[in-house]
């Protein structure tokens, strides 16, 4: 008797590890082009804690509100989106302070403020309603093996491999297919924690976001269509867990010492959660047959709430390159050099300048030297008194540089022939 057995293996064109916010939006992306895709997640949607759709509030600028509607997902997030139409930046403890408001700039609002959790509720509705997708979850991704022609992916619990022409990795800040595919990341730790939580004010959130900059780290306090705020505090890791650990009485008063009486009275706290700050970027996005996107390419400081808008154009473009080539091209290799090098192109400056700008101004609001803190107040000053500097901000809601992929832009991906 031969004792030689062999697995079947699930053949699929593209597999997704990581159905988070981005995993989950590409699954959603692919749709039109007929590829046949497996989406792999490692937590269940309903789970406790879920690490991409928990208590965290995102604000989604106007690009991803546009992905989102063509995507079929935007009409279950708006009405629990609260639109961000005033930003008020300040200098804790100096003068300068810029506002931008929305109206100047013709649009109805700089972004919409969700939290996580209604976003991934969102997207799971929506990817219930693809049939030809296989949704292994919960499953983790326990080993990848690259091959010439395809890649090879186990997951647990055990199930028939996977094997894929393209692996997109969407696994997060620590992703196991970017290590398996031996693509290095620089990692920066910010020591900085964000210490997040739902607040009551005495006034109810009317649509302004403020961002207060202290010499810990930046101070966010955003508006919920409730009328409550989404604060994010950054604060260094000591302090971090002593405000972790604070009695709500006590959390309460030292976020108002904090922020100041701008919305009134602080009243009540919910849940708190912590959030260590690091930047995490990939040097390059691909390997052969490999892809990465949103936190696994790069994974950004909070501080200008990119994070997420700057992945799903990660996501909304690789979608784009698949549709337009296989329009072309029925037969294409999902897989191919060819693919991956026009993706990381189309990628390229957007993800640099996004990435540079957001660590820029964690290092420029950080820093006390003497001197500093003063240039920074005519930076601000300056700043509200341009035009054409606040127009490069409000244009940020779009995308930062290169070419704005079309779901971004409204447009529906080609479908294919
Ligand atoms: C405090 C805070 C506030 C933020 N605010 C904003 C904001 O206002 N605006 C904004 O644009 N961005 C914001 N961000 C950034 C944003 O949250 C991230 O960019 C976004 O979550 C990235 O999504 P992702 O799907 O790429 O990765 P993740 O959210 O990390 O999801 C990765 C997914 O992969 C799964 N996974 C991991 N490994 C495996 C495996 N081996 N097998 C199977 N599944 C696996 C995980 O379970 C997870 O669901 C914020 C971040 C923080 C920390």
Redesign the pocket.
Known sequence: MSGATTTPETVVDVAI???????ASLALALEPTGLRVAL????APDAAV???FDD?T??LGNGTRRVFEALGVWSAIAPAAAPIRHIHVSDAGRYGFARLEAAEHGIEAFGYVVTNRVLGAALQQRLASLPALELRRPA??TAVTLGSDAVRLETMPAAPPLQARLVVA????NS?VRSAAGLPADVEDYQQV?V?AHVAAARAAAGIAYERFTPDGPFAVLPLHDGHYGV?WTLAPQAAEQVMAMPDAKYLAALQQAFGWRIGRFERVGQRSA?PLKLTRASVVTAPRVALI???AQ?LH?VA?????L?LRDAATLAEVLAERLRAQPELDVGSDAVLAEFAARRASDRDGVTKLTDGLVKLFGDSRPGVPLLRDLGLLLFDLSPTAKQAMSRLSWGFAGKTPRLARGLALPART
Not at 170 to 173: C, E, L, N, Q, Y
Request: proline share 5%; hydrophobic share 40%; net charge neutral.
């Open positions: 590890v990581g159905g988070g916010l981005v995993g792999i997640e490692g937590v879920q690490p991409s965290r995102t604000a983790r991704c969407a696994d997060g800040a196991l964000a997040v994010v959030y949103g936190n696994a994974a909070p709430g990119q994070g997420f808008n992945g």
